[in-house]
């Protein structure tokens, strides 16, 4: 057989090589995660962060084939939004998802408590409590409008959740409408968790010969003894999780926008441009992960040019005025959803500060350039001198306490006279006569 039939044959069997050692590492995976179980922890604020580590941990319990995928609960709450990708993913799991409130001293509180309902089997620690849904508002109360509309769809969809998942429905919806609470006691006997687990390997043992479904499909769980795989979050999550806050991003966009405005009025300053552009990316990355209208930083960019302008044109503080409300007003729609939105503190803050700096920090600046040069050849332009040695045309004059070599440029200047400094020629001065009428 020739060389060129050779190659392609050969060319086919790497590819049928590679994918069958691709074949036999994954079912590999697989035969390694059968039998054990996979573990997450959900702490602080519910996020995009939190809600992408979530997706992550069940796509893998299922790629794996793990029995099930254990929720560690500990968070206050947070976006709205974050939780319902969050529960979408989780009722639409293939494998069981058991939720735990723990450790003792935790909660599962407001968007918390969503996620713990959500779970095939509930659990909570010694010590810990669940409750208190209603829709917040991080700017203030909302108007009974929409604090009406926000609160009936929070109830529907705890309904939705707890029925699912054969919860007290009752109690639900009063979590969302009167932001009641319950410890873990009052939570199990309320039908609200299956049952109180100081350890995991109670909680697995707790959950063994338990039923969970899909659809119309029941299963029984056998988690008992089972070892188990913890995830723990990798640097980006951990960086992520800093940054997704609203008002850190909100930060460090303002920070950003300092800085490069800084460089680009002090050009070589270096370290205000590197600053500038590191928390501007930074700003962007964590923008990329929060619900953001575009529009409300095109009204924060917009405030800053008004600023500028105010320096440089003289609008009676017009445009300082426009400025301050297209900050306001671009801070307040930055953010799409309620739960994202920034508080009065921070904008008001942000606000002050960015008037502050350019009204008296930078129109210092530009103001101090326009000022007459009084330093070096070109501040001597203008003054006055004294002759003490006859110009003829060249001579001796005094200026201040010092003597310099003088050239009249216009006729002689007798002894005493006044002369104006014209211009420097390396150390000799410019000068012409001041007419007498204009002597002092």
């Not at 074949?23 to 590999?28: C, D, F, I, R, V």
């Not at 950003?256 to 270096?270: R, S």
Request: charged residues 20%; contains cysteine.
């Amino acid at each position: 057989m020739s060389a060129r039939r050779w190659c392609p044959a050969l060319a086919l069997a790497v590819v049928a090589l590679a994918a069958a050692a691709a074949g036999e590492a994954a079912a590999a995976r697989v035969r390694n995660a059968d039998g054990r179980v996979l573990v997450m922890r959900l702490e602080g604020p519910v996020s995009p962060v939190t809600a992408e580590a979530l997706v992550s941990a069940t796509d893998r319990a299922e790629r794996e084939g793990y029995r099930a995928l254990v929720i560690e609960i500990d968070t206050p709450g947070g976006l709205e939004s974050s939780m319902r990708v969050m529960i979408k993913r989780m009722l639409a799991s293939k494998v069981p998802i058991v939720t735990w409130v723990t450790p003792s001293g935790g909660r599962a509180a407001s968007a918390g408590v969503f996620v713990t309902m959500a779970g095939d089997i509930a659990a909570m620690s010694p010590g810990t409590n669940i409750g208190a849904a209603t829709p917040v508002n991080l700017q203030g109360p909302m108007d009974s409008t929409m604090a009406r509309k926000a609160t009936n769809d929070a109830a529907a969809f705890a309904r939705t959740v707890a029925a699912q998942r054969g919860r007290s429905v009752a109690w639900a919806e009063r979590a969302v409408r009167a932001a009641v609470a319950a410890s873990e006691t009052e939570a199990v006997d309320l039908g609200v968790v299956d049952f109180v687990a100081a350890t995991l390997p109670e909680l697995l043992a707790k959950a063994d010969g338990r039923t969970w479904r899909r659809g119309t499909e029941r299963n029984v769980l056998h988690l008992r003894g089972l070892p188990y795989d913890r995830i723990e979050p990798g640097f980006r999550q951990k960086l992520l999780a800093i940054l997704a806050e609203p008002s850190v991003a909100y930060i460090l966009l303002m920070l950003g926008f300092y800085g490069l405005l800084f460089e680009l009025q002090n050009p070589g300053a270096i370290l205000p441009g590197v600053v500038g552009g590191i928390c501007l990316i930074l700003a962007f990355f964590a923008l990329s992960t929060l619900p953001v209208n575009y529009a409300g930083v095109a009204l924060i960019l917009l405030a800053v040019v008004f600023f500028i302008a105010e320096i440089k044109v003289a609008s009676h503080g017009m445009l300082a005025a426009g400025g301050i409300l297209s900050m306001v007003l671009g801070s307040i729609i930055l953010f799409q959803t309620e739960g994202a939105r920034l508080p009065w503190t921070v904008i008001g803050g942000a606000t002050l500060a960015t008037a502050t700096f350019f009204l008296l920090v930078v129109g210092a600046g530009l103001r101090a350039q326009r000022l007459a040069v009084r330093t070096g050849s070109k501040g001597l332009a203008g003054r006055r001198a004294s002759v003490v040695e006859r110009l003829a045309p060249s001579g001796v004059v005094r200026l201040g306490a010092e003597l310099w070599r003088a050239t009249a440029e216009e006729g002689d200047a007798d002894v005493g006279s006044d002369v104006e400094i014209t211009g420097v020629d390396g150390l000799t001065l410019r000068v012409r006569r001041v007419a007498k009428e204009a002597r002092r």
